[in-house]
């Protein structure tokens, strides 16, 4: 009896991990509740990535607290009826507070996954933005090239020409992955779907006015 007591006491505390990992979930959860349709991208990202760390270290205990409980509700069972049962009670009682716990992690984990796609799609918005500010910054590199009249083609303007090429392309090339990535993350989801659309037709506006003015200043 006093082993089996012994072994309701640590699962209890087992369980009171996997609880204690549930109050982490919902701290990681507060800055998607706050009332705001979208938050910034910053903090949607750190708030994601704190929920996805949240979610592992309470699935680890919850494994851990179910394993325990199974393998001592075994063990007690040769204890005999006096000691086995009430702690076979005990570890049932212990085991739906576990089940909870996990039914509230797998719907956390589906939200999660879901604003995860949400904060990708806003920084893939946030690259191409940057791209198109790329895009600005080679008109104005190219101008002493494309400009109507006197040119200035000194190795000066031509290097920052050339490095301003670089940038725009790098720029380019990296959110073209991005945008090839966020593919599947769209799929099935009209608004997300809608806005990768929107997001590829200004790359490729971007990537034909980077074109042209590379070609102008050949």
Do not use: W
Not at 74 to 85: D, P, R, S, T
């Amino acid at each position: 009896r006093v082993m089996s007591e012994a072994y309701v006491r640590q699962a209890t505390e087992k369980c009171k991990e996997v609880e204690a990992g549930m109050e982490k979930i919902d701290e990681a959860e507060l800055p998607f509740i706050k009332g705001l349709e979208v938050i910034p991208l910053l903090e949607a990202t750190s708030a994601t990535k704190a929920s996805e760390e949240a979610v592992s270290a309470v699935l680890a205990t919850i494994a851990s607290a179910r394993t325990f409980i199974a393998s001592k509700n075994l063990e007690v069972k040769h204890y005999g009826e006096a000691a086995a049962k009430p702690a076979a009670e005990e570890f049932a009682k212990l085991t739906q507070r576990i089940n909870a716990a996990a039914s509230r992690v797998a719907t956390f984990r589906r939200e999660t996954e879901s604003r995860k796609k949400t904060a990708l799609m806003q920084e893939a918005g946030a690259k191409m933005t940057s791209v198109e500010d790329e895009v600005k910054k080679l008109v104005e590199t190219a101008e002493p090239f494309t400009r109507e009249g006197e040119k200035d083609e000194s190795d000066e303007a031509a290097d920052k020409l050339v490095s301003q090429l670089k940038a725009t392309q790098a720029a380019i090339d990296e959110t073209k992955q991005f945008f090839s990535e966020r593919q599947k993350d769209a799929n099935g989801n009209e608004a997300h779907a809608a806005t990768l659309k929107e997001l590829n037709k200004r790359l490729s506006e971007a990537q034909a006015s980077a074109a042209k003015l590379k070609k102008a200043a050949a």
